[in-house]
C-alpha cells in the first residue's frame, strides 16, 4: 500500500462514517415526533405525581405491574454491552469492531433510563435521596442502585473512551459540522493528537473497564433478580433466578443490537461496514444465547413442575394453561423455540429475516418479563378476599401505558442523539484495523 | 370485682428498685411523645408561661393518649435534635422488657368482621384496606372451611423489614413491626416480600385526608395515613403503650382474640377480659402459625377450628366498591 | 330448590330452639330481680352504644331481624319473643351468657348491662318499668384477705379474716379465695379456688414456672370468690419474688438481613462497602487519566 492509497482510504473511511453526521430534515422531524410522544407521556406521569399511583392498574396484591415489568426489561436490554464489549471483546473477536459502539449505545441508553424507570413505580418519587441516605447495605434495591449506577457510569466511560480519537478527526475533518458543534468536539477530544502516551493511556483505561464491565453487568441483572427470587413467592422463589436473569438479558441485548444495526446501516449507508458476516454472526450470537435461555427456562419450569408444590402448582396451572397461557406459549414458542429454529439456518441470518426474527425476539422478551412479574402476585399464600375486582385481576390503564411507553421513547431520543453526533461504527479503530495507521494530525 | 383493667403494667408497680431503670425509661418515652406531638410544649407552656401570645391561627394535634387537641401555633415548637432523639428511641425503642403476642382461636371465629371495622376506623382506612382482614379459607379439599381472621404477623424473621431499602419500616425490640411513612419510599419490595399479604399502600389520597392533614403524625398508630406509602397492621402499639388491648382484639364480639406479653407468659381475651397462661393455652388447644416452614417465626398463634362454636357460611358481606 | 333449603334451614333451627328453650332457665328469684334505677333517655342512649359494640354482631340491628344465622338463633330482641321476659330475665342472660352467647359478667358492669336493658325496652311500646329497688342495706360477712409467703412450705399463705356480729375480728373460715398474678392487661388466675380452713388460712402453690421480672418478682392479689355479690370483701396485694427471674434480650440485639443498617451483618457491610470502594476508586482513576490525555498532547 503506497502513501497515497493509505491517506485516500482514510479520507474515504472519515466520509464514510461521518457523512451523516449534520442536522438534516428527517433528523428534526424524527426527533420532533419523539418530543412530541414524549412530552404526551410525560402530562401521563404529570397526573401520576399529582394524584398518586393509584392512576395505574397496580393495586394492594399485584404490587408490581408493567412498570416493574419494564424496568426488568431496560436492565435486560443494557446488559448487552458487556456482552459484545467485555466478553467477546477480551476473548479477542475482531469482526466486533464495528459492533462494539452499537452495543455501548444501547447499553448507556437502557442503563439510564432503567434507573428512571424505577422512579415512575415509586410512590414517593421526591423521596428518592432517601435510598442514599437511608440506605441499608441489607436490601437488594441499594444493590440494584449502586450497581445500575456504576454500570451506568462504566459503560458511558467505555463509549466515550474509544470516540475520543473520533472526535478528534470530526473536529478537523467534517466539513458539515454545524459551525457551532465544532468547539463542542473539540472540548471533548481533550487535544487527542494520537501520541503514544495518549493511546497507551486510553487503551489501559478500556482494559480496566471492561474487566470491571463483567462483574458490574453481572450483578445489575442478578440483583435485579434478586428482586424477585429474595422472596418467597411461587415462581419467584428460585435459586436459578440469577443466570435465567442473565442469559435472558443477552437475548433482549442481542435482539436490540441486531435492529440497531439494521437501521443504522440502512439510515446512515454503512453496508460497507456492517456486512452480511456481521448479521450472520450476531444470527450465531443471538441463537447461541437463546439456546442457553431456553436451557434456563426449562429447569426453572420443569423442576417446580415435577414436585408440584401448592402454590407452585396453581401458578404453573395459571402460565401453562389459565388465563396467562395464551401469551405464555406466544412469548416461550414465538419468542424463543421458533427463532432458535429459523436461526440454525444460513438463509434466516441473512439481514432482513434476522431483523424480523429480533424483533419478535424482543417483544417475546418484554412479555416475559411482564409473565415474570405480574402472575406470581396474583395468587399469593392467603386467598385474596374482601376486595374490588380490580384488585385480583390486574389490568394496566392508559395513563400507566403511556408511563410505560416514556422510557422507550426516551432510548430512542439516546440512541438517536449519539448516533447522530457521533460515528456509528469506531472510526479510529477501523481505520487501525484496516492497516492505516495512526492518523496525521496538522 | 371486676377492675381488670391496670392502666400500667403491674410488674412495674412492685416496689422494687429494678424496675425503676424501666419506669424511668417508660417516662422518657412518654415524655418523648408528648415532645414528638408538641403537645408537651403546649402543656409546659400552660403550666410555667404566664404571658400568653396567642395567634388565632389553631392546629389540630394528637396527643400521646390519642386524644386530638387544638393548639394556637404560637405554641407549637419545632422539634430539635435532642427531640428528635428521643422520639426514636420511644418510637423505635418499643416497650422495653415487652414480647408482644396475639393468639387467634378460630374455633370462635363466625366472620362478624367487628375487629376490621374497628381498625379500619382507628387507622383512617378505607373499605378496602385491611389492616385485619377475615379470609374464608378451606385448606384442602376435603377438609371443612373456617374463618381464618389475618393480620401482619409481627414475624421475628420479617421478610418485608429485610428488603426495605430506607429502614422505613423496622422490627422493635418487643416485637412489634412497625412502618415510619415519613421515611417510607413507596417502592412496595416489603409488600411483595410479605408472604401473608398483609401489607397495603395508600393507591390514592388516604380517607379524609384534607380532614386529617394537620394532624401530627403518629407512626404508633401510622395516622394520618400518607398518599404513596405502605401501611399494615402495627398491634395497635399506642394502645400498648397505655395498658390496652389492640382496637381489633378489644372489639371482638365473640372471643376470638387473646392478646399479650410473651415474657410474662400470659394473654388476654379482648372479649372476656380473662387472662390465662399463654403456653398452656397454645399447648391445651395445639397453637400453631401460619406457615411456619417459610422461617418467618411469626409472633400470631392460631389455635385450630376445631368443636367451632358458629357453623361457617360463605361471607355475604358487600365487596368495597372498585377504587 | 332454594325453598327446599330454607325449609330444611327452618327446620334446623326449630330444633335447635327447642333443645335452648328447655335449657337455659332463669331462677325465679332472679327474674323477680328490677334496676335499682329508673330508666332515663341518656341511658337508653348509652345503653345503645354498648348494644351496636357487644351484641348487634349477633342479634342484629333492633327491629331488623337481621341476626346471625346461628345455632341456637340469638334472634331479634325487640321482638314479642324477648320482650316477653321480665327486666330481672334480660338482666340475668346478659349476666351470665351461655354457649355461644358470651357472659357479660367481667365485660359490662351492673350498671351497663342495666343500661342494655334500658335500651332494649324502647323497642316495647307497651312497656312500663316497674319500680325500682335500691340494693337492700348490706347483712352478709365483711371479709378482709391478708397474704403471706412462707419459704419453709414454699406457699402463698392466705389469711381470711372477718368482722363478727360483736365488732370483734376472727378468722373467717369457709371462704372461696382465688389468686391472681398481675399481668400486662390483667390478672390471670393462679392455681384453684380454695377455701379458707377454720383458722380462716388458704394455702397457695405459686407454679415454678410462673415468669417474674428480671428479680423474679410477681404481684399477686387474692380475692374472694363470691358471684352472687353476697359479701363485702376487702382484696389482699403483695409482692414475692418466687417467679421465675425473666429478662429477655430485646428481639433486635442481633445482626440480621432485617436489622436496621447499623446492625447489618458485619460481612455484607464489608463486601459492600469493599465493592463500591474499590470499583468506584478504578473509576476515579480512569476518569484522572483521561484528564492526562489533555496534558499528553503536543502541538
Given at each position: 500500500m503506497t502513501m497515497d492509497d493509505n491517506k485516500l482510504t482514510f479520507d474515504k473511511i472519515t466520509s464514510d462514517l461521518t457523512h451523516h453526521i449534520r442536522i438534516n430534515k428527517g433528523f428534526l422531524i424524527w426527533m420532533g415526533f419523539l418530543t412530541l410522544s414524549l412530552l404526551i407521556c410525560l402530562y401521563a406521569y404529570s397526573i401520576q405525581l399529582k394524584?398518586?399511583?393509584?392512576?395505574?392498574?397496580?393495586?394492594?396484591?399485584?404490587?408490581?405491574g408493567m412498570y416493574l415489568a419494564n424496568f426488568v426489561f431496560f436492565v435486560a436490554a443494557s446488559l448487552i454491552g458487556m456482552l459484545i464489549s467485555a466478553v467477546l471483546g477480551l476473548i479477542g473477536m475482531k469482526w466486533l469492531t464495528p459492533i462494539t459502539r452499537i452495543a455501548e449505545t444501547i447499553a448507556v441508553a437502557f442503563a439510564a433510563v432503567a434507573g428512571l424507570v424505577i422512579v415512575s413505580d415509586m410512590?414517593?418519587?421526591?423521596?428518592?435521596?432517601y435510598v442514599f441516605?437511608?440506605?441499608?447495605?441489607?436490601?437488594p434495591i441499594l444493590w440494584d442502585v449502586t450497581v445500575i449506577t456504576t454500570y451506568f457510569v462504566l459503560s458511558l466511560l467505555l463509549l466515550f473512551l474509544p470516540m475520543i480519537a473520533d472526535m478528534a478527526i470530526i473536529h478537523r475533518k467534517?466539513?458539515?459540522?454545524p459551525s457551532w458543534l465544532r468547539p463542542v468536539y473539540k472540548v471533548l477530544s481533550?487535544?487527542?493528537?494520537?501520541?503514544p502516551a495518549q493511546n497507551k493511556i486510553i487503551s489501559r483505561a478500556i482494559r480496566i473497564l471492561l474487566i470491571l464491565l463483567i462483574p458490574a453487568a453481572l450483578s445489575i441483572h442478578t440483583v435485579t433478580s434478586w428482586l424477585f427470587?429474595?422472596?418467597?413467592?411461587a415462581g419467584w422463589d428460585s435459586t436459578v433466578f440469577g443466570p435465567y436473569f442473565v442469559s435472558g438479558a443477552f437475548v433482549a441485548g442481542s435482539a436490540a443490537v441486531i435492529i440497531a444495526m439494521f437501521f443504522f446501516r440502512k439510515n446512515y449507508k454503512l453496508q460497507d461496514y456492517l456486512t452480511d458476516m456481521h448479521f450472520d454472526k450476531m444470527g450465531k450470537v443471538l441463537a447461541t444465547v437463546s439456546l442457553v435461555y431456553l436451557y434456563f427456562n426449562i429447569n426453572e419450569f420443569l423442576v417446580p413442575g415435577y414436585k408440584l408444590k401448592r402454590a407452585d402448582a396453581i401458578h404453573l396451572q395459571e402460565l401453562f394453561a389459565g388465563k396467562d397461557a395464551l401469551l405464555f406459549w406466544a412469548v416461550q414458542v414465538g419468542g424463543l423455540i421458533l427463532p432458535i429454529l429459523f436461526m440454525l439456518f444460513r438463509r434466516f441470518r441473512k439481514p432482513l429475516p434476522i431483523l424480523i426474527i429480533s424483533i419478535a425476539v424482543l417483544i417475546a422478551a418484554w412479555f416475559k418479563r411482564y409473565l415474570i412479574v405480574i402472575p406470581t402476585q396474583?395468587?399469593?399464600?392467603l386467598p385474596i378476599q374482601h376486595v374490588p375486582g380490580n384488585f385480583i385481576h390486574y389490568s394496566p390503564t392508559l395513563i400507566e401505558t403511556l408511563i410505560s411507553v416514556a422510557p422507550f421513547i426516551l432510548v430512542l431520543i439516546i440512541i438517536t442523539l449519539i448516533s447522530k453526533f457521533f460515528p456509528v461504527i469506531p472510526l479510529h479503530e477501523t481505520a487501525q484495523e484496516k492497516g492505516i495507521g495512526h492518523i496525521k494530525f496538522d | 370485682m371486676e377492675d381488670n383493667h391496670t392502666p400500667h403494667s403491674p410488674n412495674e408497680?412492685?416496689?422494687?428498685?429494678?424496675?425503676s431503670r424501666r419506669d424511668f425509661l417508660k417516662n422518657i418515652g412518654l415524655a418523648g411523645v408528648g415532645v414528638a406531638t408538641g403537645a408537651a410544649a403546649l402543656y409546659s407552656g400552660h403550666i410555667f408561661e404566664a404571658k400568653k401570645e396567642v395567634s388565632g391561627d389553631q392546629k389540630v394535634l394528637l396527643t400521646q393518649d390519642g386524644k386530638l387537641v387544638r393548639v394556637d401555633s404560637l405554641e407549637i415548637k419545632a422539634l430539635d435534635k435532642d427531640d428528635e432523639e428521643i422520639r426514636e428511641t420511644m418510637c423505635r425503642g418499643g416497650l422495653p422488657g415487652r414480647r408482644w403476642v396475639m393468639v387467634t382461636?378460630?374455633?370462635?371465629?363466625?366472620?362478624?368482621?367487628k375487629c376490621i371495622n374497628a381498625c379500619q376506623g382507628a387507622h383512617q382506612?378505607?373499605?378496602?384496606?385491611?389492616h385485619m382482614n377475615t379470609l374464608q379459607m378451606?385448606?384442602?379439599?376435603?377438609t371443612a372451611p373456617y374463618n381464618m381472621p389475618k393480620n401482619?404477623?409481627?414475624?421475628?424473621?420479617p421478610p418485608c423489614v429485610a428488603v426495605?431499602?430506607?429502614?422505613?419500616t423496622y422490627k422493635r425490640p418487643d416485637g412489634i413491626v412497625l412502618i415510619e411513612n415519613d421515611r417510607?419510599?413507596?417502592?412496595r419490595f416489603c409488600m411483595a416480600a410479605c408472604p401473608y399479604s398483609a401489607r397495603i399502600f395508600?393507591?390514592?389520597?388516604?380517607?379524609?385526608a384534607a380532614l386529617h392533614q394537620d394532624q401530627e403524625y403518629n407512626a404508633e398508630l401510622n395516622v394520618p395515613q400518607k398518599l404513596g406509602t405502605v401501611s399494615k397492621c402495627l398491634f395497635s402499639a399506642d394502645r400498648l403503650r397505655e395498658g390496652k388491648l389492640p382496637y381489633c382484639v378489644e372489639a371482638?364480639?365473640?372471643?376470638v382474640y387473646y392478646f399479650g406479653d410473651e415474657n410474662e407468659d400470659a394473654v388476654t381475651n379482648g372479649t372476656t377480659k380473662e387472662t390465662v397462661r399463654l403456653s398452656k393455652l397454645l399447648r391445651d388447644n395445639g397453637g400453631y402459625q401460619l406457615m411456619p416452614e417459610l422461617g418467618t417465626k411469626p409472633r400470631v398463634y392460631y389455635l385450630p377450628p376445631?368443636?367451632?362454636?358458629f357453623p361457617f357460611e360463605e361471607a355475604t358481606d358487600a365487596t368495597p366498591e372498585k377504587v | 330448590m332454594r325453598f327446599n333449603t330454607l325449609f330444611i334451614l327452618i327446620l334446623i333451627f326449630t330444633a335447635g330452639t327447642r333443645t335452648s328453650a328447655q335449657t337455659w332457665v332463669v331462677p325465679d328469684e332472679q327474674k323477680a330481680v328490677v334496676a335499682p334505677f329508673k330508666f332515663t333517655p341518656d341511658m337508653q342512649k348509652q345503653g345503645e352504644q354498648i348494644y351496636l359494640k357487644?351484641?348487634?354482631?349477633?342479634?342484629?340491628?333492633?327491629?331488623?331481624?337481621?341476626?346471625?344465622?346461628l345455632t341456637p338463633p340469638p334472634g331479634d330482641l325487640s321482638r314479642e319473643k324477648a320482650q316477653i321476659q321480665r327486666d330481672g330475665e334480660i338482666f340475668y342472660r346478659i349476666t351470665t351468657g351461655k354457649t355461644p352467647m358470651p357472659e357479660f359478667r367481667n365485660i359490662l358492669s351492673e350498671e351497663d348491662r342495666w343500661w342494655v336493658v334500658a335500651y332494649l325496652r324502647t323497642?316495647?311500646?307497651k312497656y312500663v318499668q316497674p319500680n325500682p329497688v335500691a340494693k337492700a342495706a348490706f347483712t352478709g360477712r365483711i371479709v378482709t384477705l391478708a397474704m403471706q409467703y412462707n419459704d419453709q412450705m414454699k406457699k402463698i399463705v392466705v389469711t381470711a379474716s372477718e368482722q363478727l356480729k360483736d365488732g370483734q375480728k376472727g378468722p373467717a373460715a369457709g371462704v372461696e379465695v382465688v389468686l391472681f398474678v398481675k399481668r400486662y392487661f390483667g390478672k390471670m388466675q393462679v392455681g384453684d379456688i380454695r377455701t379458707t380452713n377454720a383458722a380462716g388460712l388458704a394455702l397457695f402453690e405459686f407454679p415454678a414456672d410462673l415468669p417474674g421480672n428480671k428479680d423474679g418478682n410477681v404481684a399477686l392479689t387474692a380475692m374472694v370468690n363470691d358471684p352472687k355479690g353476697i359479701m363485702k370483701t376487702t382484696p389482699a396485694d403483695a409482692a414475692f419474688g418466687?417467679?421465675?427471674p425473666t429478662e429477655k434480650p430485646g428481639l433486635t440485639e442481633t445482626r440480621a438481613w432485617w436489622s436496621h443498617r447499623g446492625q447489618a451483618p458485619v460481612w455484607i457491610l464489608l463486601t459492600y462497602t469493599l465493592s463500591v470502594v474499590i470499583v468506584w476508586g478504578f473509576i476515579l482513576y480512569i476518569v484522572y487519566s483521561i484528564l492526562q490525555i489533555r496534558k499528553l498532547s503536543k502541538g
Open positions: 394524584t398518586g399511583l393509584g392512576v395505574a392498574g397496580i393495586r394492594d396484591y399485584i404490587t408490581w410512590g414517593r418519587p421526591e423521596r428518592l435521596a441516605i437511608y440506605g441499608r447495605p441489607q436490601s467534517v466539513e458539515t459540522l481533550l487535544n487527542f493528537t494520537d501520541q427470587a429474595v422472596t418467597s413467592r396474583e395468587h399469593p399464600f | 408497680s412492685d416496689n422494687q428498685k429494678g424496675s382461636d378460630l374455633s370462635k371465629c363466625r366472620n362478624a368482621r382506612l378505607r373499605p378496602e384496606q385491611y378451606q385448606d384442602t379439599p376435603g401482619c404477623q409481627h414475624c421475628d424473621n426495605c431499602p430506607v429502614d422505613a417510607c419510599i413507596g417502592c395508600n393507591w390514592i389520597e388516604p380517607k379524609d371482638c364480639p365473640n372471643g376445631k368443636n367451632r362454636l | 357487644n351484641c348487634q354482631a349477633c342479634h342484629g340491628l333492633m327491629g331488623k331481624d337481621n341476626w346471625a344465622r323497642f316495647n311500646p418466687i417467679g421465675v
